[in-house]
């Protein structure tokens, strides 16, 4: 999926910038994908790299964070809804323990460690289940983009063999 959804960014966008920033903005891939695609195939510096990765990866969590209980008041009205979101409730309060205990301290650590299934689109949607305020969730949600960011970029100029 992350193969051609590239393959379509390269196709229709030719600046690497824009590339990494719309990268960072996908919910599987998120900056884990975008950082190292810009350093090694975008040829940017990891200076920049950061930067545009960051920036589209928190900019995605905005909407997310403001819409998703607007979203789920709305498909609650039926009962396939509400069904799901007591399920995705009660599923991610049980899984969401460090959060729920830690607040903001406990987002900054699940948005940081660059994991799949953590990042900004699990971050925004925990912080709503959570009742984390917008402030607090946009404070812990940058803070741990920021902490992901770095470990990524150490990762791919180290050229640390994580996987294989």
């Known amino acids: 999926m992350v193969d051609s959804l590239l393959h379509y960014f390269q196709t229709f966008i030719q600046d690497p910038r824009w590339i990494t920033f719309l990268l960072s903005m996908t919910p599987i891939g998120e900056l884990r994908v975008a950082l190292p695609w810009a350093i090694t195939m975008g040829n940017m510096t990891w200076q920049q790299a950061f930067m545009w990765a960051v920036a ?61 299934v953590t990042g900004a689109w699990t971050g925004a949607a925990a912080a709503f289940l959570f009742g984390l305020s917008y402030p ?8 741990g983009l920021l902490m992901s960011a770095t470990i990524v970029t150490i990762i791919t100029m180290t050229g640390i063999k994580i996987m294989g």
Do not use: C, D, Y
Request: net charge positive; charged share 15%; aromatic share 18%.
């Open 136 to 143: 607090k969730a946009f404070a812990a949600i940058f803070t």
């Open 56 to 116: 589209g990866n928190f900019l995605i969590s905005i909407p997310i964070l403001v819409l998703l209980g607007p979203i789920s008041n709305f498909l609650r009205k039926w009962p396939q809804g509400e069904r799901f979101f007591s399920w995705l409730f009660l599923r991610t309060r049980r899984k969401g323990k460090m959060i729920e205990t830690w607040e903001f301290l406990g987002l900054v650590i699940f948005v940081g460690i660059p994991l799949p």
